[in-house]
Nanobody
Framework: VRLVESGGGSVQLGGSLRLSCTTEEYQVDRRCVTWFRQVPGKEREGAAGLGIGGTGIYGDAVKGRFTISRDNGKNIHYLQMNNLKPEDSGVYYC???????????????????WGKGTQVNVSS
């Protein structure tokens, strides 16, 4: 399964970006799909996930600022990122589980398919 992220870029403190994750291999509303992020020297951390029920889960660092959503017709997941901070900078990865495993969790081991990532830079 190939996942392709897009939408990364450079913004200033307080700015916004919308990331997209597309795939053609399966229907995105039948799996948990989650956005992770990683900065050099740190563990990859879960930012936001969306399961088949349509309710998003969020890491503490992004709650209230990021929103995950999907367009079933276009088979795309989105991550809307508002009020960005320099500590949000990093590579953002889209990840999907190989088989449905219940409610989504922000744990790397849950996800078998990964995109190559898109870079986000937030300057102060």
């Amino acid at each position: 399964v190939r996942l392709v992220e897009s939408g990364g870029g450079s913004v200033q403190l307080g700015g916004s970006l919308r990331l997209s994750c597309t795939t053609e291999e399966y229907q995105v509303d039948r799996r948990c799909v989650t956005w992770f992020r990683q900065v050099p020297g740190k563990e990859r951390e879960g930012a936001a996930g969306l399961g088949i029920g349509g309710t998003g889960i969020y890491g503490d660092a992004v709650k209230g600022r990021f929103t995950i959503s999907r367009d079933n017709g276009k088979n795309i997941h989105y991550l809307q990122m508002n009020n960005l901070k320099p500590e949000d900078s990093g590579v953002y990865y889209c990840a999907a589980e190989a088989v449905y495993g219940g409610p989504c969790v922000l744990a790397r081991a849950r996800y078998g398919y990964w995109g190559k990532g898109t870079q986000v830079n937030v300057s102060s």
